[in-house]
Nanobody
Framework: QVQLMESGGGLVQAGGSLTLSCAAS????????MGWYIQVPGKQRELVAR???????NYADSVKGRFTISRDNALNMVYLQMNNLEPEDTGVYYC??????????????WGQGTQVTVSS
């Protein structure tokens, strides 16, 4: 069993900042990538930012220069620092982890989601 636990969402005014955190726990052998996705009503879940175990990162064009993803590999955690937030950043943010579990299976896990609301 693997769990991803997110925290840090909330309500913020445009121009403000929030930091999301996600901790992975359970039968983890190795984490290959962790990232954040956003989902808004009526749309598919979309990538916000992703970080691989090799140190590569990629961001959605809309958040480049405003959001920063970082990881603590020792703690199996990923963070998303969100600055200069815009109303268009509003949505449910989901943590994702791609990993090999202790039974040597390649698996893809999701957190329960955390709401971010940016008021104008």
């Amino acid at each position: 069993q693997v769990q991803l636990m997110e925290s840090g969402g909330g309500l913020v005014q445009a121009g403000g900042s929030l930091t999301l955190s996600c901790a992975a726990s359970g039968s983890i052998f190795s984490i290959h990538a962790m990232g954040w996705y956003i989902q808004v009503p009526g749309k598919q879940r979309e990538l916000v930012a992703r970080s691989t175990s090799g140190g590569a990162t990629n961001y959605a064009d809309s958040v480049k220069g405003r959001f920063t993803i970082s990881r603590d590999n020792a703690l199996n955690m990923v963070y998303l620092q969100m600055n200069n937030l815009e109303p268009e950043d509003t949505g449910v943010y989901y943590c994702n982890a791609v990993m090999t579990t202790m039974d040597m299976r390649w698996s893809d896990y999701w957190g329960q989601g955390t709401q971010v609301t940016v008021s104008s």
